[in-house]
Structures are given as C-alpha cells and as structure tokens.
C-alpha cells in the first residue's frame, strides 16, 4: 500500500504553469511594454504555491531526505547555469528594469521548483 503524502507535486505543477503564464503575457507584448499588472499577481501566487510545497514537504515523516537531496542538489546545480545562461541574455539584451526583475523572478521560481520536484519524485518511494 502506498503512503499518503500531500500534494507535492501537484503543488510543483501548479507553481511552474503560473510561471509560465506570466512569461508568456510578458513575452507576448514585447518589445512594447509588457502587461505586469498580470504577471506580478501570477509571479506571486507562483511564489505561494512553491512555498506551501516546500513547508508540506520538509513536513512529511519518515522521508528519505538523503536520496531527496542527492538527486535535488545536482538538478539544482544544473538548473542554476541554465537559469543563469537565460539571465544573461536577458541582461545582454537590455530587457527594462521592471520586466527583468519579473523574468529574474520566474528564473528563480523554475530553477528552485524543477530540483524540488525531481528529488521529490525520486525520494517518495525510496526506503527513509
């Protein structure tokens, strides 16, 4: 019988289309000024989705929290440099102050969510 754990991954789902709802309104006015009216709000329930995944998750009893972050430090080195390579070209492109810290903002949210996720996926049905 598997054990019942809270919604993870649903949460980590939820916290990455958020993100990419935001970009894509963002990206889908440029280069005229884009809509952060929108993206802002969906940034922060973005933001809150991923902290209520990682207050349920360092929750959980009995979690083999080894093989969790074997597998999310690695994820999360790897996805630092791709967000890193996309900020930069953000910067290189001269994106305005506003739309960058949005986009710097959702970089974040994808770059902390993927490693969460992927660890998570590994350690739920690893021995604790």
């Known amino acids: 019988m598997e054990r019942r754990l809270p919604p993870i991954a649903q949460l980590g789902a939820c916290t990455l289309a958020l993100a990419v709802i935001a970009a894509i309104v963002i990206t889908s006015k ?3 000024d884009p809509p952060l009216a929108v993206a802002v709000p969906l940034l922060c ?3 809150l989705s991923l902290a209520v995944a990682i207050v349920l998750l360092t929750r959980i009893p009995d979690f083999a929290w080894a093989k969790f972050f074997l597998v999310a430090k690695w994820s999360l080195l ?8 996309i900020e930069y070209a953000f910067i290189h492109d001269n994106t305005p102050g ?4 949005a986009m710097s903002a959702m ?4 770059a902390i969510d993927v490693p969460m996720l992927l660890g998570f996926s590994v350690a739920r049905y690893a021995d604790a």
């Open 30 to 32: 440029i280069p005229s």
């Open 107 to 110: 970089l974040a949210l994808f």
């Open 78 to 85: 790897g996805y630092i440099v791709i967000a890193g390579m």
């Open 45 to 47: 329930l973005a933001g």
């Open 98 to 101: 506003s739309t960058l810290a």
